[in-house]
């Protein structure tokens, strides 16, 4: 069974910036699309940004500009660099696949106070 572990979530103040990992217990993570969601408090879990195994991106209207996906495939991690943090990016955040397809994580919280 594939795990993924999301690590780098922590307290920051509005403008602030964060970088979260993902790291995927598979060594097929490469032919994967794999994206970065989160959930707010309250609300139902949101896809973010996704990536494909070409490197393409795409990114929710909300955090264009602000967010960078990658990945480092001999790692089998994928990561999001966050700039820029609004007190609306405070949620629980996960990695998956686009469509979601593996088990998913315990998540990483970030939190940003205004």
């Known amino acids: 069974q594939v795990q993924l572990v999301e690590s780098g979530g922590g307290l920051v103040q509005a403008g602030g910036s964060l970088r979260l990992s993902c790291a995927a217990s598979t060594s097929t993570f490469s032919a994967y699309t794999m994206a970065w969601y989160r959930r707010a408090p309250g609300k139902q879990r949101d896809l973010v940004t996704h990536?494909?195994?070409?490197?393409?991106?795409n990114y929710a209207d909300s955090v264009k500009g602000r967010f960078t996906i990658s990945r480092d495939n001999p790692k089998n991690t994928l990561y999001l660099q966050m700039n820029n943090l609004k007190p609306e990016d405070t949620a629980v955040y996960y990695c998956n696949t686009l469509n979601p397809s593996l088990n998913w994580g315990q998540g990483t919280q970030v939190t940003v106070s205004s």
């Open positions: 990536i494909t195994p070409l490197y393409n991106t």
